[in-house]
């Protein structure tokens, strides 16, 4: 009974329509009933009924819109129709008798948007599609120029277009989506994170956790409803911020610390972020407001912090938050979890290096799209952290090695950032190509031109032996060796700098 009132919304008709379905079944009367993409013949009974006829093909896609978008306004209707009818369109959709007119614009009843949705997607699923990516458009558009509440609202609008996939009615509730809000600390609300702790964790979490609101306030965004008292709350920690005393402190700051050192050490300027807690008052981690409002306030960091690193999220079960996690892209990190007061957290990771927000955003409206449940994530390849000395010795190797693949093929440098951001299906040839891109950024400079002609002539394009390169050159062997020397040297510091502080050869 329960999942048929879900799926009818309780409409009557669609209650009828139903009943009629499983009457035609029989003895399959245990089954769930159908996703109504499965029943298009119900679909139609039900799309008749709440638009019969519509005035022209635009009303049509009008009616299509108000179904798809979380809420419908002018702006809305301009970009997935045009200009010149966004104010009409929107006049007439105001006056049908399923759409109500909310605080931020136009919404459907519940059911109505269901059929209307499953309608256009078994009957034109090309003109679904093309619908969906105009009213994204709208939707990024307003992530990228908004901020405070409205940036809010934006975020709920792109969760809501993922309500197709059948991922995420298990974590979302979309019946609650915007209900609940992220907030800045108020006087009184640390008492009520701890006690929230205390109840949900532990006694040994909530020391951890009072800890932490001393020392990064910030870090913690209560979430809250219609009253003052928080019914939920995040602590999003800034580790590349962090005290080592602190860090160490906590097992789960430290696992995720340790973690990102070992696959993939943040630059000096590259921040480490952790989802260190997160619960709802009463359901905990359970899908429920404040989980629509953790995602929300987690995709936000996501797309507006360019040097963004690592970021972790830890759950109590992370068995069940697996199928979510792949869906966002997050890989399993089970080396950074970590036990406090008996109770045992499982992290979730992602390097943010690897694939930026925007690269994110795209993979993230494919799976709005679809209806399959993804793989879960692979995670990172470990890279290899050497220290400035190790990191020399290699640059010396590939140098001498450099027209040798076979030899360079076993190079400790090709499993450092460098090399791995910019490999692409030939490590050997992007770590050669690195190596003589460094050797020709040392001979624009005036003061270094002499030593890049060493390493040309040693390294690039070689004499026979390094005496006759010295002679080609002009110079003492014992210059030539000074010059070839100092020269190494200059290619592993920029190497080197680039290793720490970015892509480009360029360094000191």
Not at 90 to 104: D, I, K, M, T, Y
Request: net charge negative.
């Amino acid at each position: 009974h329960d999942a048929v009132l879900a799926a009818t919304h309780g409409h009557p008709l669609a209650l009828t329509l139903l009943l009629d379905l499983f009457a035609q079944r029989g003895d399959a009367t245990d089954e769930p009933p159908p996703d109504l993409r499965a029943v298009p013949d119900v679909v139609a009974n039900l799309v008749e009924s709440f638009v019969d006829e519509v005035p022209t093909a635009q009303h049509r896609t009008a009616v299509h819109v108000v179904a798809h978008a979380r809420t419908t306004t002018v702006a809305t209707l301009r970009r997935a129709i045009g200009d010149e009818l966004a104010d009409e369109l929107f006049a007439w959709l105001r006056g049908l008798s399923f759409v109500e007119v909310g605080p931020h614009g136009l919404l459907p009843h519940d059911l109505a948007r269901d059929v209307l949705e499953a309608d256009l997607r078994w009957r034109d699923t090309e003109t679904f599609v093309q619908l969906h990516r105009r009213i994204r458009d709208e939707v990024v558009a307003r992530l990228r120029s908004t901020d405070g509440v409205e940036l809010q609202r934006a975020l709920a609008d792109l969760m809501f277009l993922h309500r197709g996939n059948p991922i995420t009615p298990q974590a979302w509730d979309w019946s609650t989506l915007g209900h609940v809000y992220a907030d800045a600390l108020r006087e009184g609300d640390a008492a009520a994170i701890l006690a929230m702790v205390r109840r949900h964790e532990g006694v040994a979490s909530a020391a951890i956790a009072a800890r932490w609101l001393e020392r990064q306030p910030a870090a913690f965004t209560p979430f809250r409803a219609q009253g003052p008292e928080p019914v939920g709350f995040l602590a999003q920690l800034a580790l590349h911020e962090a005290d080592p005393d602190d860090v160490a402190a906590d097992p789960v700051a430290r696992a995720a610390w340790e973690h990102a050192q070992r696959q993939s050490p943040p630059r000096p300027q590259d921040e480490v972020l952790i989802g260190r807690f997160f619960m709802d008052r009463g359901a905990y981690q359970a899908p429920s407001p404040s989980f629509n409002v953790l995602t929300i306030r987690t995709t936000q960091e996501w797309l507006r912090r360019p040097r963004l690193s690592w970021y972790y999220m830890v759950f109590a079960d992370p068995e069940a938050f697996g199928p979510l996690m792949a869906y966002i892209h997050f890989a399993r990190a089970p080396e950074a979890d970590a036990e406090v007061g008996g109770h045992r957290l499982g992290a979730f990771a992602r390097d943010w290096r690897r694939s930026p927000a925007d690269e994110w955003l795209e993979l993230m409206a494919e799976r709005e799209l679809s209806s399959q449940a993804p793989a879960p994530a692979a995670a990172a390849p470990e890279e290899l952290a050497l220290s400035e000395r190790a990191f020399a010795e290699a640059v010396r190797a590939a140098l001498r090695d450099l027209r040798r693949p076979d030899a360079l093929a076993a190079n400790p440098l090709l499993r450092t950032r460098t090399v791995r951001e910019r490999c692409g299906d030939d490590p050997v040839a992007a770590l050669r190509d690195l190596i003589v891109e460094a050797v020709d950024a040392l001979a624009a400079e005036p003061r270094d031109a002499k030593l890049a002609r060493a390493l040309q002539r040693t390294y690039v394009t070689p004499a026979a032996t390094q005496e006759a390169a010295a002679e080609l050159l002009g110079l003492p062997f014992s210059t030539y060796r000074g010059h070839l020397a100092r020269g190494i040297e200059r290619v592993a510091e920029r190497l080197w700098h680039c290793e720490l502080y970015g892509p480009s050869v360029g360094g000191p």
